[in-house]
């Protein structure tokens, strides 16, 4: 027996990507929460050249179906969102495959702005997914908020994918270089990772709650990748070095 399961993925500033959505139902219009290129780079798909792109590792080879697409959804700045973008789909970050172009709409820059459906994957299987903007609604950069992927598992396994994380907290946040992971974290592998998707601590065997030394980072923004462990990536959390 199969049944859909969803991942809903994060996106930071680095184009490396990895993650699944911790927050509620509304969606945010904060920057910081979306990403944005101003400056175009060399594609891993070398088919895409020297492009506006962004690639999401799913941290697992899944078995794809739908897709649900949020754009750019910052006041003032939704026509930094893409506008006709190309997917392509990787088992190995090396070797692409071209799913489809499709045209994504405008967001709303609402906090109840519900996004889109995306194409659909037709039990694809893969881990890399290679997202590449063609233009724009009229920006001069590119953005984009999250994604959605639906996915085929056995049942057998679903309790290892789907977890209760509205109870994982981190405190305090901001921080000054000590914070506290407080919630189900027992079994987990934990990774610190700055903005450009580098991991720069990790913490294996974890149990709650667990407090964690940031105080030797530069100042910024950095998140907590909460993974458990030998399955795929659970949950990411932001947290603020002052």
Known sequence: ??????????????QILIGQNCSGPNHSINVNDSWLSCAMSQSPNPLRGNSH???????????????HFWNYNVGNETD????TISIDYSLDGV????????????????INYEGESGPDFYSQKCRYVLITALDTWGGTCVGLSEVRFDIEQTASIQSDVIVDHSGISLFPNPTEGLFTISG?????????????????QNFNNASSPITI????????LYFVNIVRIG????????????
Request: glycine content about 8%; charged content about 15%.
């Open 1 to 14: 027996m199969k049944e859909l399961l969803s991942i809903i993925i994060i996106i930071l500033m680095g």
């Open 53 to 67: 792109w962004i690639v999401y590792d799913l941290g697992y080879e899944y078995v794809l179906g739908a897709t």
């Open 184 to 200: 189900v974290v027992d079994q987990y592998d934990v990774g610190i990772i700055d903005a450009n998707g580098n991991i720069l």
């Open 95 to 110: 070797n692409w495959t071209e799913l489809e172009t499709f045209e994504l709409q405008e967001a709303t820059a609402m």
């Open 80 to 83: 930094n969102g893409m506008k």
């Open 213 to 220: 030394n940031i105080s030797q980072l530069p100042a910024g």
């Open 231 to 242: 399955n795929p990536i659970l949950c990411m959390k932001k947290i603020i070095k002052q």
